[in-house]
């Protein structure tokens, strides 16, 4: 099973993403635990290294995607 993350503060795109996981799921037999995050803030607390792949947003208010991803990287290297 892959753990997936989508961070996306937009409600409308990140049902849009995972209806796109779901279905790519039922067409190719791959497991995916999917966690959702409203903004970079969201998954930046107490972040542990368990995502497979994270689907993140550029632009959202408080943290940008961008500079979430750097603190992401950065903890993975510590």
Same mark, same amino acid.
């Given at each position: !099973?892959?753990? +997936?993350?989508? *961070? %996306?503060?937009?409600?409308?795109?990140? !049902?849009?993403? $995972?209806?796109?996981? @779901? $279905?790519? $799921? $039922?067409?190719?037999? *791959?497991?995916?635990?999917?966690? *959702?995050? @409203?903004?970079?803030?969201? +998954?930046?607390?107490?972040?542990? =290294?368990?995502? #497979?792949?994270?689907? !993140?947003? +550029?632009? &959202? =208010? *408080?943290?940008?995607? &961008? #500079?979430?991803? %750097?603190?992401?990287?950065?903890? @993975?290297?510590?």
């Amino acid at each position: !099973m892959y753990h +997936i993350a989508i *961070v %996306e503060d937009e409600l409308e795109f990140s !049902m849009q993403l $995972q209806k796109y996981l @779901r $279905q790519y $799921q $039922q067409e190719n037999g *791959v497991e995916f635990k999917i966690s *959702v995050f @409203r903004d970079g803030t969201e +998954i930046l607390k107490d972040y542990k =290294p368990e995502y #497979d792949a994270i689907f !993140m947003d +550029i632009e &959202m =208010p *408080v943290i940008n995607g &961008m #500079d979430a991803a %750097e603190k992401i990287m950065f903890a @993975r290297h510590v």
